[in-house]
Every structure is written in C-alpha cells, then in structure tokens.
C-alpha cells in the first residue's frame, strides 16, 4: 500500500500499490563521493545518460518549502539550503504544484545561500515540472517557474504525474536542444503508473524518472527499478519517508543494534538507507524544513567513519525491522 495514503501533495491519477516480497540481492553501486568542508563525503551516483555525477541524497520541496519568505519557516530554510550545500547536496526537486515552494527556492538561491547557478558551473541541480494540460500552457507555466525560480536553465524538467505527458515531451525534447534545460524527466507518486512510467522510458527519450520507493512501498523492486537499469534511465526517488509516516510508525522503538553498531542513529537514516541499498537509484529526495532533520538524511548518504555503503542484504534487514515494528 502507499503508506502516504491520499494525504500530502495534491493528487495526480490512479491507484495505491501493494507492497511485494523480499527483493533480490543485487551487487550495492560503486561508492564514489561527494566531499564538503566538515570532512563528511556523500555516496555518488552518475547519471546514466551523461556521466555527470550526483550525490544521492536530494531535497524534496512538497510542504516544507511552501511558506512564506516572512515567516521564521523561511528563516530555518535559508539554514537547510546552507547546510545542505555545506556537505555537498546539490538536487533540489520542486513543481508549480507546491504553492511557494519554486519562488522560495529562487529566492534561498538570489540570497545567495547555496553557492550558484542552475547551470553547469552551479552546485544547486533544480528540478522542477510542468504540470498542466496543453503546449502552450507546459510553455507559459515552464516561464514562470524559470522566473520563480531565478533560474535561466532549469537542469531537470519532468513531466509532473504523467500529466499530457506526450505533448510535453515534445516540448521538452526541444527545449533540451535548445539548452534551456539539460535533462527530461517523468515521475507519479503510485504503482498505478509504474507501467507507464515503464513504457515511456522504453519509447521516449527519458534521461529521469522519479517514483516512489520505501521500505514498505516496494513495488518498484520488480519492474521499474530494473528497467531503469535496463533503458540508462536515472532514478530519483519520491516519499521516501512515506510523507514522514515510517518515522512515526518507528517512533519510540530503539534501532537494532547491528544498525548502531554500522553508525546509522535513527530510523530514518534507515529508510533512506535502505532506497540508497538499491544500486538503480540515482538520488533520493527526502522533504524538510528542518535543519536537524536535513542533518539526519545527509548522514544517512554519507560514508562517515570508513562505513561501507549499503548493500541490498543491509537493505533486507532494514526492510524486515521495519516491516515486523
Ligand atoms: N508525483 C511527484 O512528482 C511527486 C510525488 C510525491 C513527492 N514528490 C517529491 O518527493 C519529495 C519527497 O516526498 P514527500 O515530501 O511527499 O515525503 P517524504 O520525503 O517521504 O516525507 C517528508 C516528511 O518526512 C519528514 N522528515 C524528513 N526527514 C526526517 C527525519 N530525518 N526525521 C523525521 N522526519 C523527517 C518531514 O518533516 P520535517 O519537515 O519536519 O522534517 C516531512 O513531513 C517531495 O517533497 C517532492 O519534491 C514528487
């Protein structure tokens, strides 16, 4: 089931999902990382249609950042954009569908907080969506979020719960050739999508597709994940917390202690570690507003004290403590 049920981000089309059993043990990615100036390092992933590299642990925008840049919300955000770009994070996944969210991350960026552009010297990699019917108004809406977002060149522009998808990927094929933005992408939030999600990488140019994916939510483990793997298609991950609902199903319980004995301090660290175990994800994109929070998930992606990445036996155990709480 999709543990964030009908809550949250406002709704795209089609059903929950059904969880399915114990994945098959692929070999973990190879570690490469991302260092930043307190000496931690992030897990790198390269993005399969161009090399580039990226950290695989991202921001996600969904709530957190739809407030407004008068509020002391906004203030602990200007302090989540700095840590994160202090230890190395660089994707920050927003949609004209999050309220404020595109015009508070344009405006974290004129402050100048995380260190650059949306270009390939910038160290924030923005991507956004188009979510609307229609070519001209894909256009019109993709404007206004380059304009929200301070930002010249969009560096992922996806296609928002597959909404007219095949019109805007027409446009986005362009607009990629054109260099206004650098990678085209497709997400939804549920497996009633999955096949088509399937479909359209297999058909269309798709460099991301970003989905959901947790520990409970594992459906993405027989298909989509490894067609991903399959077509050279990026992953980013969705919900990743189920909307913060694993975090709160594991509250009050102590973590096992192979996990603290591995360096992990939380259950969330956990969840996120288990969706970074899965060698086709290319980042995971956790929402916060809050710093200690922020802190947290990039210590989950990162390999502090020689601890080795996670591996998919790492992931079955997480996947087990969690499943039987
Ligand atoms: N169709 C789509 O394209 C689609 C659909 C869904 C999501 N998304 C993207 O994916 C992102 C992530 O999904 P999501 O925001 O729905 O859910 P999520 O990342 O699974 O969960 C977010 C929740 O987890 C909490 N949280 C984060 N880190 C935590 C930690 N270390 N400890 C305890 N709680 C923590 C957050 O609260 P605090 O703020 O208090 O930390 C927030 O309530 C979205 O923001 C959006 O960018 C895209």
Not at 14 to 42: I, R, Y
Not at 84 to 101: C, I, K, L, Q, T
Not at 115 to 142: H, L, N, P, S, Y
Not at 236 to 256: C, K
């Amino acid at each position: 089931m999709g543990r964030g049920g009908l809550r949250g981000e406002p709704l795209g089309q089609g059903p929950e999902q059904a969880p399915h059993p114990d994945q098959p043990e692929p070999p973990a990615g190879p570690v490469s990382t991302t260092g930043s100036d307190d000496g931690s390092a992030l897990i790198e992933r390269a993005i399969p249609s161009s090399g580039e590299r990226l950290p695989v642990l991202g921001l996600g925008t969904f709530g957190a950042f739809d407030v407004s840049q008068r509020s002391s919300a906004f203030d602990a955000l200007e302090d989540v954009i700095e840590l994160f770009d202090r230890r190395g994070g660089r994707v920050v996944d927003s949609s004209p569908m999050y309220g404020e969210a595109e015009s508070v991350v344009g405006a974290l960026r004129a402050a100048g907080r995380q260190g650059g552009g949306a270009d390939a010297t910038g160290r924030m990699f923005v991507a956004t969506k188009v979510w609307t019917q229609g070519a001209r108004e894909g256009i019109a809406q993709m404007e206004r979020s380059m304009q929200r977002l301070r930002a010249a060149r969009i560096d992922l522009m996806q296609v928002h719960n597959l909404v007219d998808v095949d019109t805007h990927l027409d446009t986005l094929e362009a607009w990629k050739a054109e260099g206004r933005i650098r990678y085209i992408g497709i997400t939804h939030y549920h497996g009633g999508a999955f096949a088509a999600l399937e479909k359209l990488m297999r058909t269309r140019s798709i460099d991301f597709v970003q989905f959901n994916y947790h520990a409970l939510d594992r459906e993405a483990e027989q298909r989509l994940l490894p067609a991903a793997a399959d077509t050279g298609t990026a992953v980013l991950v969705n919900r990743p917390l189920g909307q913060g609902e694993l975090v709160r199903r594991m509250r009050g319980r102590d973590l096992p202690t192979w996990a603290s004995k591995a360096g992990y301090r939380s259950w969330a660290q956990l969840a996120l570690a288990f969706v970074i175990a899965h060698p086709a994800v290319t980042c995971v994109i956790p929402a916060t507003g809050d710093p200690a929070h922020l802190a947290d998930n990039l210590d989950a992606a990162s390999t502090t004290a020689g601890r080795p990445a996670p591996d998919a036996a790492f992931a079955r155990r997480v996947a087990q403590a969690i499943a039987t709480a």
